[in-house]
Nanobody
Framework: QVQLVESGGGLVQAGDSLRLSCAAS????????MGWVRQSPGKDREFVAG????????HYADSVKGRFTIPRDSAKNMVYLQMNSLKPEDTGVYYC??????????????????WGQGTQVTVSS
């Protein structure tokens, strides 16, 4: 059974840091592009960060550029989201997603074939 399981969410204050983890199992995700997508209250899911299978390239939404990074450990089937200088508008449920077959855009929800259940991040002002 293929699974993506997120962890590390919680309640923090503005300016704090948080590190989310995504553990993948059931198949190797070594060659997959991986992404983090979030859903804030009252909004659609939005792309946050993505990384290629060979870890050579990353991509970030403008809203998190310079504050978030997406390291991965392919040998362990793990992907992380390091979030620094958190803002209240970063509040939301954060989902890990995998794209085994690249469809051309991190922003397209249909690019991802596997999704985790999400982890809640709440940033208070």
């Amino acid at each position: 059974q293929v699974q993506l399981v997120e962890s590390g969410g919680g309640l923090v204050q503005a300016g704090d840091s948080l590190r989310l983890s995504c553990a993948a199992s059931g198949r190797t995700f070594r060659g997959d592009r991986m992404g983090w997508v979030r859903q804030s209250p009252g909004k659609d899911r939005e792309f946050v960060a993505g990384i290629t299978g060979n870890e050579e390239s990353t991509h970030y939404a403008d809203s998190v550029k310079g504050r978030f990074t997406i390291p991965r450990d392919s040998a362990k089937n793990m992907v992380y989201l390091q979030m620094n200088s958190l803002k209240p508008e970063d509040t939301g449920v954060y989902y890990c997603a995998a794209a085994p077959i690249w469809k051309g855009s991190y922003y397209y929800r249909g690019s991802y074939d596997y999704w985790g259940q999400g982890t809640q991040v709440t940033v208070s002002s």
